[in-house]
């Protein structure tokens, strides 16, 4: 019955509650009986249309984001595909460098820290900085992880330092010159390191990491 009518007016001067629901289902237009303005009804659907044009727009850029994730787990990327040029081994390397050779040059201080060092304290940061670079090399070549940087850390210096100081006076007790006590402890230390990660390997390879838990704190 209301719904056929597409404009009503109340005589009173207020809108039927009837009137304004079957206007508004009709298509039509509810006016006030005194001659006033249309209510303000078809900005309701301006408004619902803004807010939905909001959400398909944020849908649309979640989607946007999750293709271009997708797109690069799948390798489509020019740097997660293993699509690497030139330019990017050399900016790695740039930033490596930045950050290793300062580094190494302090550790090489600090594990010839002895006086009867220091007249050979810059061949001996060279080979420092060389030790590491072979370092790096057999990571970059044998290790599972694809995404790690070999680089030299400051844990073991203290034992380092510890052992080349304990073997240059052992050898300036016992009589013994400067080249001495170089050359000794340019052969102890890496038969030590060397021992050391071959010990690794074998925690490492046959899962017996966790009895070093057992070991004494010194």
Do not use: C
């Given at each position: 019955m209301?719904?056929?009518?597409?404009?009503?007016?109340?005589?009173?001067?207020?809108?039927?509650?009837?009137?304004?629901?079957?206007?508004?289902?009709?298509?039509?237009?509810?006016e006030?009986?005194?001659?006033?303005?249309?209510?303000?009804?078809?900005?309701l659907?301006?408004?619902?249309?803004?807010?939905?044009?909001?959400?398909?727009?944020?849908?649309?850029?979640?989607?946007?984001?999750?293709?271009?994730?997708?797109?690069?787990?799948?390798?489509?990327?020019?740097?997660?595909?293993?699509?690497?040029?030139?330019?990017?081994?050399?900016?790695?390397?740039?930033?490596?460098?930045?950050?290793?050779?300062?580094?190494?040059?302090?550790?090489?201080?600090?594990?010839?820290?002895?006086?009867?060092?220091?007249?050979?304290?810059?061949?001996?940061?060279?080979?420092?900085?060389?030790?590491?670079?072979?370092?790096?090399?057999?990571?970059?070549?044998?290790?599972?992880?694809?995404?790690?940087?070999?680089?030299?850390?400051?844990?073991?210096?203290?034992?380092?330092?510890?052992?080349?100081?304990?073997?240059?006076?052992?050898?300036?007790?016992?009589?013994?010159?400067?080249?001495?006590?170089?050359?000794?402890?340019?052969?102890?230390?890496?038969?030590?390191?060397?021992?050391?990660?071959?010990?690794?390997?074998?925690?490492?390879?046959?899962?017996?990491?966790d009895?070093?838990s057992y070991?004494?704190?010194?």
């Amino acid at each position: 019955m209301y719904g056929s009518t597409p404009n009503m007016k109340d005589n009173k001067g207020g809108s039927a509650p009837n009137g304004r629901r079957s206007g508004s289902e009709g298509g039509g237009t509810i006016e006030d009986g005194r001659g006033g303005p249309p209510q303000a009804q078809e900005k309701l659907p301006l408004i619902w249309k803004d807010s939905n044009d909001n959400t398909q727009q944020r849908q649309q850029q979640r989607d946007n984001t999750n293709g271009s994730g997708e797109a690069k787990e799948g390798g489509h990327d020019n740097t997660e595909g293993g699509q690497y040029n030139i330019f990017h081994y050399l900016v790695y390397a740039l930033i490596n460098v930045i950050i290793a050779v300062p580094g190494l040059y302090g550790y090489a201080s600090v594990i010839f820290n002895h006086p009867s060092f220091q007249p050979q304290m810059a061949s001996l940061s060279k080979l420092v900085v060389f030790s590491s670079l072979i370092h790096q090399l057999g990571f970059l070549l044998f290790s599972s992880l694809d995404f790690s940087i070999g680089t030299v850390q400051d844990a073991g210096l203290i034992f380092l330092s510890a052992m080349s100081n304990s073997i240059a006076e052992s050898i300036l007790e016992d009589g013994g010159t400067v080249e001495e006590v170089v050359s000794t402890t340019l052969v102890i230390l890496p038969l030590g390191t060397a021992a050391l990660g071959l010990v690794l390997i074998f925690l490492g390879k046959f899962r017996l990491l966790d009895i070093v838990s057992y070991l004494p704190m010194p």
